[in-house]
């Protein structure tokens, strides 16, 4: 009979059971995440984005020894679309985050090294073994190894998986690769970090720690980007973070407009207004958005199908007071070709 253990934190292996018996806390599903909850805050776009932008930040602030052995003044190179090819009977599970990236080494020959990062939000029962397939498959396609490591972004304290270990008979194989658990992290550090990827830590915490009160989730939103300011940091890190930090810590309309009035006041006592401009920016472009596909769809609706040269000089127009007229005459006009006529002559003028 074979075995599939994973490594414990007491650095013992521990057999994984398909019955489920082997929980903690929360409820595991039968793809063997655990299972949130209703509502549940989604990490996976946000950190894929924050790795993506801030590579050297991230293996600084989780893994020193290998930030330190990395030549940064060559661009990563990602091949996450490799990877997702490498594993295409792998489903993606509830809560993760997979990269692969290129880096070349600093010390000694040009040698170009394969990283596999895991970020898992969510205790998964497979982890260990999805690890270990990601980690065989790259090394079969590229016939060199892969250093693979895993952020434990999930709220299990006593979770702590480390590796992976299949036996038979004397024939063994053995794979442990370096973690990090965001829990264990003490929140002082965080804050004390010059490190950028901090930000993007204590935003993905307090999320989970503010799942179910958007009140105390708006005053810690409104503190992280504030500090963004108190950082010193430049406008491009400034934009780039609050766009990670939005994204991650969602919230009702009523709550995000508070935020707002905060950040707001910072900024002009500090003549900077990043945030807020691009705010007012996203809310233009989203009501230019509904205005266009609103005299699309009047013209529909009078019409039928609009023709495309017609669709593509409607998504054209950025003026809303030109839109609102347009919305008026696809409602009146006696024709497409007379709207068209119409549009013609708005648009040109």
């Known amino acids: 009979m074979t075995t599939s253990r994973r490594e414990g934190e007491d650095g013992n292996s521990h057999e994984d059971r398909e019955d489920g018996e082997d929980r903690e806390d929360g409820e ?27 590579t050297e930040a991230f293996m600084a602030l989780f893994f020193p020894a290998i930030h330190a052995d990395i030549d940064w ?28 990236i290129k880096l070349r080494r600093a010390r000694g020959e040009e040698v170009r090294v394969l990283v ?10 497979r982890f260990m073994e999805r690890m270990f397939r990601y980690h065989y498959r790259i090394f079969d396609w590229h016939g060199q190894p892969a250093v693979s490591v895993a952020v434990l972004a999930d709220e299990q304290p006593a979770w702590r998986p480390a590796g992976y270990h299949h036996g038979l008979w004397g024939c063994d194989l053995h794979l442990t690769f370096p973690t990090v658990k965001l829990l264990e992290i003490p ?11 901090a930000v993007v830590v204590m935003a993905h915490l307090k999320t989970q720690a503010t799942r179910h009160d958007p009140e105390v989730r708006a005053h810690w ?14 406008r491009d890190d400034i934009l780039n973070l609050y766009r990670l930090v939005d994204w991650m810590m969602a919230l009702p309309v009523e709550y995000e407009q508070q935020v707002i009035w905060n950040v707001a006041r910072v900024e002009k006592e500090r003549g900077m207004p990043y945030i807020t401009s691009a705010e007012r920016l996203g809310k233009q472009e989203g009501s230019l958005g509904q205005a266009r596909q609103d005299v699309l769809q009047a013209l529909e609706v009078r019409f039928g199908a609009v023709p495309e040269p017609v669709r593509q000089a409607v998504l054209q127009v950025s003026d809303l007071d030109l839109l609102s007229g347009l919305l008026r005459r696809a409602i009146l006009v006696e024709s497409m070709v007379a709207f068209e006529e119409e549009l013609g002559a708005r648009a040109g003028g």
């Open 221 to 234: 939103k409104a503190w992280l980007l504030v500090r963004l300011y108190e950082r010193g940091l430049g």
């Open 187 to 197: 929140w002082p550090e965080l804050e004390a970090s010059d490190n950028v990827f």
């Open 28 to 54: 595991d599903r039968e793809d063997g995440t655990t299972d949130p909850g209703d509502g549940a805050d989604r990490y996976d776009g946000p950190w894929k984005a924050a790795i993506h932008h801030y």
């Open 116 to 125: 596999h990062i895991e970020v898992q939000a969510q205790r998964d029962q």
């Open 73 to 100: 003044s060559e661009l990563p190179e990602f091949l996450d679309q490799e990877l997702q090819s490498l594993t295409p009977d792998a489903a993606q599970p509830a809560g993760a985050v997979d990269r692969l």
